[in-house]
């Protein structure tokens, strides 16, 4: 893998580095010879996540902190992969202008700040769940693009593809804006606004039954973190991916009841499922993406099955367990988490 020998010696800014893409990113990028820096207000992520290794400096700050993107910036970054998200579907919804100051205002800052310090290549993390819409036939291809968006999530992540387009048009920065789906593994502390496998991991593990939103028959494509990071990396330098918009995704769906009793099995719970109300804004009924443009552009092959990934994901959490119970960021009690899981 040629492509990976192009970090030795580079330096890169991670913007959300300590949640579970961007610190599986930042170990791997410090492993590949790069000088990582890590910006992180922590408000997603936990400080225990980020990797201690040589050549990662953490600085604890937001992208709306035009001070800590002084300091970041500083470094003259060659490459800025930008992570760090108001997350995610739920939140917006309960925060809207929080969600477009950091999503909207925050992406824009730091494209700004790229194109003064005279960074190489913008990585923008887009969404899978926020361009489709809830119509889109599929598989989800990328030149399908809906203006029918339900949350404040998908707008402002939208918003971001756009700003990024125009920073390529009138400005000349690289910008490459692949689009996540449905990503899980070792690395993301479950809570209230999270996704539904750290949460249904946590509560299974529990010994509690798991909330089942809608009729469960629901799918969703669920992408291992690690499939991501290589993504991501492929993204970082090759050239066929410069200006364009792909999937990193594993271009198979599974339904949420099953997801719920694969977890359940690997975890030894006997408590089944519960059934709660669907969520008003959650109208899709079936995600399932094409990843054909991601490997005929940057040669992404999704490799993780879901059994392996959930695995890996289960033994993560029996080894941290007692730091996931001192992090895990749900409201007053478990029950309330149960109610507004966020299974996205």
């Not at 400080?47 to 993107?69: A, C, I, M, Q």
């Not at 920073?167 to 899980?184: A, D, I, Q, T």
């Not at 392996?308 to 959490?317: C, E, I, K, Y």
């Not at 941290?320 to 007053?332: L, Q, V």
């Amino acid at each position: 893998m040629h492509y990976l020998n192009a970090y030795n010696g580079k330096t890169i800014l991670v913007t959300g580095g300590a949640g579970a893409i961007g610190s599986n990113l930042c170990r791997r990028l410090a492993e590949l010879g790069a000088q990582v820096i890590i910006l992180d207000d922590l408000s997603s992520g936990v400080r225990w996540n980020v990797p201690s290794l040589p050549g990662v400096l953490f600085v604890e700050g937001d992208v709306l902190d035009e001070v800590k993107l002084k300091r970041v910036f500083f470094e003259r970054p060659q490459i800025v992969f930008h992570l760090a998200a108001f997350f995610a579907n739920q939140n917006s919804v309960d925060h809207p202008e929080r969600d477009l100051m950091v999503n909207g205002l925050g992406t824009l800052r730091l494209l700004e700040y790229s194109v003064l310090a005279g960074a190489e290549r913008f990585v923008y993390a887009s969404s899978g769940c926020s361009i489709y819409g809830s119509e889109s036939p599929l598989p989800l291809r990328e030149e399908f693009m809906s203006m029918h968006l339900s949350t404040p999530y998908q707008i402002t992540k939208m918003l971001g593809e756009l700003y990024c387009n125009f920073f390529h048009h009138h400005y000349g920065l690289k910008v490459v804006k692949p689009r996540f789906f449905n990503s899980y593994g070792p690395g993301e502390v479950p809570g209230q606004y999270r996704n539904v496998i750290p949460n249904f991991i946590y509560w299974a593990m529990k010994g509690l039954p798991l909330p089942i939103t809608g009729s469960g028959e629901e799918t969703r494509d669920f992408t291992y973190v690690g499939d991501i990071v290589d993504g991501l990396l492929r993204a970082g330098v090759m050239e066929s991916a410069v200006g364009e918009e792909f999937n990193l995704a594993s271009g198979k769906e599974t339904r949420i009841l099953d997801l719920a009793h694969m977890i359940n099995e690997a975890t030894g719970n006997k408590a089944g499922v519960r059934y709660v109300e669907r969520r008003k804004w959650d109208t899709k009924s079936r995600l399932l993406a094409s990843v054909d443009k991601a490997r005929r552009l940057i040669g992404y092959e999704p490799s993780t099955p879901l059994e392996v990934g959930l695995a890996n994901t289960v033994q993560w959490f029996r080894e941290n367990w007692d730091r996931i119970e001192a992090s895990a960021r749900f409201g007053p009690g478990v029950s309330a988490a149960v109610r507004d899981v966020v299974a996205q």
